[in-house]
């Protein structure tokens, strides 16, 4: 019995020890669990925070044109830089190509009420009188030199500057001993020396209809400005007429382009996104574009070396295009949600900051509104085309489009062109059709 009740002792000796190897472990796992715990309530509490931050990010919608590759390109990029400066602010864009002019978008998106927060316009008039937009801020409009008012009101800050003109083919020229006109009658010239030798002169992308306002607002600055500048608020006012001899010497101008066989055979089908791989093949030698275009056809051919001109008027005087007619503008809709607003105000704040805009005007071929110098790199072509721009006798900012064309009229005014330009009916049966068309336009009566 001594030895079973010592055998117990030593068990109730043992039984301390064994608790103390338990315990340990036991707070351990206590411990982690607590951890685990707390580490859930942290969880839990950032996602909620998140979720909380996403739910006060500012939405904003960016409606602008499919001008071309370069433009398109420099405005995504621009965005998504924005966004990563910016997370609470989200923007979302829609970019608009079609074979249509830009306001026939417009149109449709207002009747189904998307004209969006921050819309790209060319003449922000009609849209500010119609009660669609809101006043930009002084702050904003004090960036820029060109900024468009209605009734002392800002309504719209110009995005960038950019030209139209002719690129050529250096190789082409000096081959054929040819050098950059002086006068209207030498391009001419240099239109039959290309075509002599087997070259078709003239790249034409018809199928895009917008593509046709290169040719016909340059015929309308030499033929008909060049006159009189006042030339559409005069047509509204029945002064002047497209049945004119002005008008009749523009048509004419443009029927002889294709009628003289300087114009790609397949121009009426043909894309503007294809004319740069035409010239970059060699297919044709001169393109009417903007300087945006030369890097796309470096890019498929970076043996090219090309040039840059204006083509001078019959007297030789050089009018650059100089196009302000790009816009941003905020809807009234946007203006009147105060923290929409103020997210509208900060991105083109920001999209006009120093290194921001330098880079969208280098990347889109344009030239910068605030001041600053884009640096355009080894892209002689750019520069040739900005020493031309400013050493040209002229600069017309006018065109048909503008505040002063009634609405409606251009896309019908493009599509008559296409059909005198292939001969479907003379220029002075054509010119009638567009008078026509002008006139219903005045009257609300469309085309």
């Known amino acids: 019995m001594g030895e079973i009740r010592k055998n117990k002792k030593k068990n109730k000796e043992k039984f301390p020890e064994k608790m103390a190897g338990i315990l340990p472990a036991f707070y351990i796992i206590l411990i982690g669990l607590c951890a685990a715990l707390i580490y859930d309530i942290c969880v839990n509490r950032v996602n909620a925070t998140d979720a909380e931050e996403k739910t006060e990010q500012v939405e904003l919608e960016l409606v602008y044109a499919y001008q071309n590759p370069q433009w398109n390109s420099a405005i995504e990029n621009m965005i998504q830089e924005f966004e990563e400066a910016y997370p609470d602010i989200v923007i979302n864009y829609d970019v608009n190509y079609e074979d249509n002019v830009y306001e026939d978008i417009l149109t449709r998106r207002i009747t189904r009420n998307e004209l969006g927060d921050i819309v790209q316009l060319k003449t922000p008039e009609a849209y500010a009188e119609g009660g669609l937009l809101g006043e930009i801020s002084e702050d904003v409009a004090g960036l820029v030199s060109s900024v468009y008012t209605y009734e002392d009101k800002i309504y719209g800050v110009g995005a960038v500057e950019s030209t139209w003109g002719v690129l050529y083919n250096k190789t082409l020229f000096e081959k054929y001993g040819l050098e950059e006109p002086q006068t209207y009658e030498e391009f001419l010239e240099i239109c039959q020396t290309l075509s002599d030798n087997g070259i078709t002169p003239i790249g034409i992308g018809g199928s895009d209809l917008w593509h046709m306002e290169f040719w016909v607002n340059h015929f309308f600055h030499t033929d008909i400005l060049t006159a009189d500048t006042d030339w559409l608020k005069k047509c509204s006012a029945g002064e002047v007429s497209w049945t004119d001899e002005e008008a009749v010497t523009m048509m004419t101008h ?137 050493d040209a006798d002229e600069r017309v900012s006018v065109y048909i489009g503008n505040e002063d064309t009634p609405e409606d009229f251009e896309k019908s005014m493009l599509e008559q062109v296409r059909k005198i330009m292939n001969g479907d009916y003379s220029v002075e049966e054509g010119l009638q059709l567009i008078q026509n068309s002008w006139e219903q336009s005045e009257t609300g009566g469309g085309s």
């Open 254 to 390: 443009l029927y002889e382009l294709c009628a003289n066989g300087y114009v790609n055979a397949s121009w009426l089908t043909t894309t503007d996104t294809s004319l740069s791989y035409m010239m970059s093949e060699g297919d044709v030698a001169l393109l009417y574009t903007g300087p945006w275009t030369a890097s796309a056809i470096e890019k498929l051919n970076d043996e090219m070396e090309l040039g840059w001109f204006y083509i001078p008027d019959e007297s030789g005087t050089v009018y650059a295009t100089d196009n302000l007619d790009t816009f941003w503008s905020v809807t009234a809709e946007c203006a009147a949600d105060e923290e929409k607003y103020e997210a509208a105000m900060t991105f083109l704040t920001w999209f006009y900051s120093d290194e921001v805009y330098a880079e969208l005007c280098e990347t889109s071929c344009t030239f910068p509104l605030t001041g600053i110098e884009a640096d355009y790199g080894e892209a002689a072509v750019l520069q040739d085309a900005w020493e031309a721009f400013c």
